[in-house]
């Protein structure tokens, strides 16, 4: 029996080592996507690990179907043109939820965040302040009283932040404007949304990759703000 025994023990060593390789090299990987969300160390590796479990589908409108006419839901997207070409590749890690390809310029990325600028600076509603869902990047917030719904005070105000490291976005939209979103292919619902404070209509907004892609990531931008700061 003994010798039978010791015959697996060179097998589970294999495995060991493989399994170790792999799980160094996914490390990596998740290491590369930059920081966002959990903490940049193993630990944190771990919980994203875990959350992989329970990632949600990314693309469906029919979560938001008996949420769609609510008293706060709106329209303020138009129909959207489809956007061009297949959607990016997301890395499978959760958090940071990062795309892997398809990125805009340096110069797109800083047009993006002058975007952003515009929108804060024309609105007393609105300011700068530290992510609560990435808690390494500033976010377009609500700021004073105006968490006039369910959703803005869930979030504590939070709006839209961008990802420095690919140009990609996160915005709260009304249950009507993400059902467009999704349907026109400008982005995808966050693997997490609708856990913890991450509404169900928490979006990942890809990196436009030229002026005519920024210029609908300004109108995303506008309906998020718009949907959040609503003054019943």
């Not at 297949?86 to 939820?97: K, Y």
């Not at 996160?170 to 995808?188: Q, Y």
């Amino acid at each position: 029996m003994f010798t039978s025994a010791r015959r697996f023990v060179p097998a589970l060593a294999g495995l060991a080592v493989v399994g170790g390789t792999v799980l160094v090299r996914d490390y990596r990987s998740w290491r590369r996507l930059g920081d966002g969300g959990v903490p940049a160390n193993p630990l944190g590796y771990v919980i994203v690990t875990l959350l992989r479990i329970v990632k949600r589908e990314p693309f469906s409108g029919r979560p938001y179907e008996t949420m769609c006419g609510d008293a706060f839901d709106g329209s303020w997207l138009a129909s959207l043109p489809p956007r061009r070409g297949t959607r990016p590749s997301i890395d499978p890690h959760p958090i940071p939820q990062r795309q892997v390809d398809q990125f805009g310029t340096d110069e797109i990325v800083a047009q993006t965040q002058k975007v952003f600028d515009a929108v804060v600076a024309a609105s007393d509603n609105l300011a700068y302040a530290p992510s609560g869902f990435e808690t390494r990047h500033d976010a377009v917030t609500l700021v004073g009283s105006a968490l006039n719904h369910e959703v803005a005070r869930r979030t504590r105000g939070e709006i839209a932040h961008i990802h420095p490291s690919d140009g990609s976005m996160h915005m709260v939209f009304s249950p009507s404007d993400a059902t467009e979103v999704l349907r026109a292919g400008w982005g995808e619902r966050h693997g997490l949304a609708g856990f913890g404070r991450l509404p169900l209509t928490y979006l990942m907004i890809y990196a436009p990759r030229d002026a005519d892609e920024l210029a609908v990531v300004q109108c995303l931008l506008d309906a998020a703000v718009s949907y959040m700061n609503q003054q019943k």
